[in-house]
């Protein structure tokens, strides 16, 4: 079965503070790919970030980095020095191949930055 | 270039009504899908296209929906007989390929039965 588990439902965070966003996946497949999207207030969902079961590379992009762990499942995301515009939830994505390619959102972190 | 888009971005019906949303993807994407979000929820999976393969209409939740796709381009969704539980935001999405590519969502569709 595949499953993606965002345990924090919703995080407050002051300014300037950095904080990080778990995720954990489940998968018996070999080849997959995790997701990261930025659902804002406004409510369009914004694609942040593509990761394949074989690159356990992190990645950073500005203030944003990710870390890819196979050993715990686990697919991270921590937003540096923390703005009000990150405020949004955040979903974190699973497709595999055996799942007939259908993507497994977990039910999304809702951030709330303050000034 | 044009994103996805949906129409109408908002929807108010009667209970038991018929009503049709519509999703054009980006050009040159072979596979679409359609997600339901309620209030404050998570994404929920309802059907994908991937070029002229058989649709997975997995997701589905009951024989009142139904999506068509028309030359592997425009999409619309269909909720017959809608009830009050279908209120939700309908979102559309669209990649390259279905699986591994990531999805470039549409602003999606409010749906508001009465």
């Known amino acids: 079965a595949q499953k993606v588990t965002q345990a924090q439902t919703e995080i407050s965070v002051v300014e300037k503070e950095d904080v990080t966003l778990d995720c954990v996946y489940e998968t018996r497949d070999t080849t997959y790919y995790l997701f990261w999207y930025k659902q804002p207030p406004s409510g369009e969902l914004v694609f942040l970030i593509r990761?394949?079961?074989?690159d356990e590379q992190n990645e950073i992009s500005g203030r944003y980095s990710w870390n890819f762990q196979k050993s715990t499942s686990s697919f991270n995301f921590t937003i540096t020095a923390s703005q009000v515009v990150d405020s949004a939830v955040y979903f974190c994505?699973?497709?595999?191949w055996g799942t007939g390619n259908q993507f497994y959102f977990g039910t999304g972190t809702s951030l709330t930055v303050i000034p | 270039g044009a994103g996805v888009s949906q129409s109408p971005s908002n929807k108010v019906t009667e209970k038991g009504k018929d009503v049709e949303l519509r999703c054009d993807p980006i050009s040159g994407h072979t596979a679409l899908y359609w997600y339901r979000q309620s209030l404050g929820q998570g994404l929920e999976f309802l059907i994908y296209f991937q070029g002229n393969s058989a649709p997975d209409k997995s997701g589905l939740p009951s024989d009142r929906f139904s999506a068509e796709r028309t030359g592997g381009s425009v999409s619309t969704l269909t909720i017959q007989r809608t009830q009050q539980e279908d209120s939700a935001v309908y979102l559309c999405?669209?990649?390259?390929?279905?699986?591994?590519?990531?999805?470039?969502f549409g602003p999606g569709t409010r749906l508001t039965v009465l």
């Open positions: 990761r394949n079961s074989f």
């Open positions: 999405a669209s990649s390259l390929e279905v699986g591994i590519n990531e999805q470039f």
């Open positions: 994505a699973l497709s595999a």
